[in-house]
């Protein structure tokens, strides 16, 4: 039987892949941050995890302003990084696990959710960052890869309760899957960040860090926090954080927390990172 | 617990958005006001219409269904304008990095500080919360 055996959520800032690509990791500002990673990537080499559930928001690449799913799952076979403006990054394709997608997005349409399915697309810095913050430059991604893409750009984005409901459904999704295999769900994006208007620049380290608190807590409180709470607390793009309560309510109500690291900034945002495990 | 059965209203969901200093949030009716910009933004995607549109971006843009106002603000990035006409930043990124910005750089283009200005708040901690969560609130 498949199952869920840890979560972890990060921001996905695409300059911490360009420091990755051109080799600024370890210099005086992105240091720092990718400090707060090493811990992971060494537990992830021992984890050997065989699919990652990637949720993450597509930046327009795959999704022009012609279609908006709100919840899309990748059953493809795999998947290119994507061209943003620059070229591609230079990262490995991402390979997917169709088998165990097309499980999950069938298990989750029984159970209410309507998911888009999505069958070829390339994948940008949403999905590629997060790999190159856990993995560092391998030739070849270790392991496969479920995307699952949230609409957070166009309103209304799903709600934090609606997320954290995915999350749930998700979990049972993958335990009955019969073949064994160690999945991890990861949430990406936020922490605090807006892009956009005057107001841009805006970050809120203990809003932020009040989230991490909740999401180690046996309790479901942060499903709860309305739209209008980031927008005002966290800027625009702070939204994004909903995306890690699709990971947090895949773990069930107890966890325990392994690892978590908190830096400002990274270009326009509060980089956050949390990895947990189910407690029970 | 918090009764998640109670669901919000549309209208007076949207009306608070309208509360929040110096922000644009991107809902539907801004999304179908910008449609047009937003789709030649993502067309910036391929090499090749990069290419076209860097040597005449007033020929390139003669392509779209673009309103004057919307090419005007093209032209002279004017991302705020942009913004009020249906822009979408995920989608005007595009144009930055056509243009060999940095995000920062060219969201600084949206504030009223310099580049040098606003890499120095950030640094400093970011623009703070405090003042900046509702303007009839003020707090």
Known sequence: ?280 | MTDTSAKQNIHEYLAEFDDIPGTRVYTAARARKGYWINQFAMSLMKGDNREKFKADERAYLDQWKLSDDAKEALLARDYNRLLDLGGNVYFLAKLFSTDGLSFAEAVSTMTDMTFPEYRDMMNNGGRSPQGNRSIKGGY
């Open chain 1, 1 to 280: 039987m498949a199952r869920i055996t840890a979560g972890v959520a990060s921001s996905h800032v695409p300059l911490l892949g360009v420091a990755v690509d051109q080799g600024k990791t370890r210099d005086d500002y992105f240091g720092p941050i990718f400090a707060g990673y090493d811990w992971t990537k060494k537990w992830e080499e021992e984890q050997k995890p065989d699919v990652v559930i990637l949720v993450y928001n597509d930046h327009a690449s795959a999704f022009d302003a012609n279609i908006i799913p709100t919840f899309a799952i990748g059953c493809g076979e795999s998947y290119k990084s994507a061209d943003e403006g620059w070229g591609p990054r230079p990262v490995p394709d991402v390979e997917g696990h169709a088998d165990l997608a097309w499980h999950i997005a069938q298990s989750l349409i029984l159970d209410d959710f309507d998911m888009t399915i999505i069958n070829e697309m390339d994948v940008d810095h949403g999905l590629t960052v997060p790999l190159s913050m856990m993995f560092g430059q391998p030739e070849k991604w270790p392991c496969k890869v479920v995307p699952l893409a949230v609409n957070v750009v166009t309103y209304p984005v799903p709600s934090g309760n609606r997320c954290w409901a995915l999350g749930e459904a998700i979990k049972r999704a993958v335990e009955s899957f019969p073949e064994d295999l160690n999945v991890q769900i990861w949430g990406t994006g936020g922490m605090s960040h807006q892009l956009q208007g005057p107001r841009a620049g805006l970050l809120n380290r203990e809003w932020d860090n009040k989230f991490l608190d909740l999401l180690e807590q046996d309790n479901d409180d942060a499903r709860h926090i309305q739209h209008i709470e980031y927008l005002r607390e966290t800027g625009s793009e702070g939204i994004e954080m909903v995306m890690w309560l699709v990971m947090r309510g895949a773990l069930g109500q107890k966890v325990k927390r392994l690892h978590r690291h908190y830096h400002i900034p990274c270009s326009n945002t509060a980089i956050g990172h949390i990895v947990l495990e189910p407690a029970e």
